[in-house]
Structures are given as C-alpha cells and as structure tokens.
C-alpha cells in the first residue's frame, strides 16, 4: 500500500502562481512514477505533470511552460505559474507502484479567480 498526502492549492488571481506538494509513505521502494493529474467540474481526470524514477519528465501540453514538477524521493512538487481560470480544478498526486498499479491522494483544490 501506498498512501498520498497533499498540501498546498488554494485560491489565487489570474497569473499568479502557486505551488502543491505531495508526500508518500508506505511501500514506496516499488514506485515507478509519481505526478499530478486534474479534474475540473463535468470533466475527466487529466494529466498535468509525471515523474518517472528514471528521471524522465512529462507534461501536459496544455500546462507546458506553465508548470515544473520536481520529484525528490518519495516527494514530488508541481510549481504553477502565469494560472488561468481554467486552470481550475481539483489537483490529485499519482503515484503508479509496480504491483497495484495507481494509487491517488485526497485531492487539494485550486481556485484561480478575481
């Protein structure tokens, strides 16, 4: 099992930027990939940023440019800049384990707004 706890989000105003962090704990050692995924209102979950135990970075294409993931062992870290409205949404971390395949935090919400 591995458990996810998030922290940050909030409300911030167009442009601004924000930064969310997760922390796993239990059978970490198995982990392939931790990163963070969104869904906004009425809409399916999607990818916003991977960390692969290799090193390797992905990212939305949406979010490109505007987002830096940054993993340091069983953390990983999504710097959002220059937000937008439709940045909205509920910010869940992944972490993808060799065994169990996903496993998902509770979720932090980010409100970009005037």
């Known amino acids: 099992q591995v458990h996810l706890v998030e922290s940050g989000g909030g409300l911030v105003q167009p442009g601004g930027t924000l930064s969310l962090s997760c922390a796993a704990s239990?059978?970490?050692?198995?982990?392939?990939?931790m990163g963070w995924f969104r869904q906004a209102p009425g809409k399916q979950r999607e990818l916003v940023a991977l960390?692969?135990?290799?090193?390797r970075l992905t990212y939305a294409e949406s979010m490109k440019g505007r987002v830096t993931i940054s993993r340091d062992e069983n953390r990983v870290y999504l710097q959002m800049n220059n937000l937008r409205p439709e940045d909205t949404a509920i910010y869940f971390c992944?972490?993808?384990?060799?065994?169990?395949?996903?496993?998902w935090g509770q979720g932090t919400q980010v409100t970009v707004s005037q």
């Open positions: 239990g059978n970490t050692f198995t982990i392939i990939s």
């Open positions: 960390a692969a135990s290799t090193g």
């Open positions: 992944n972490a993808f384990e060799y065994q169990r395949g996903d496993y």
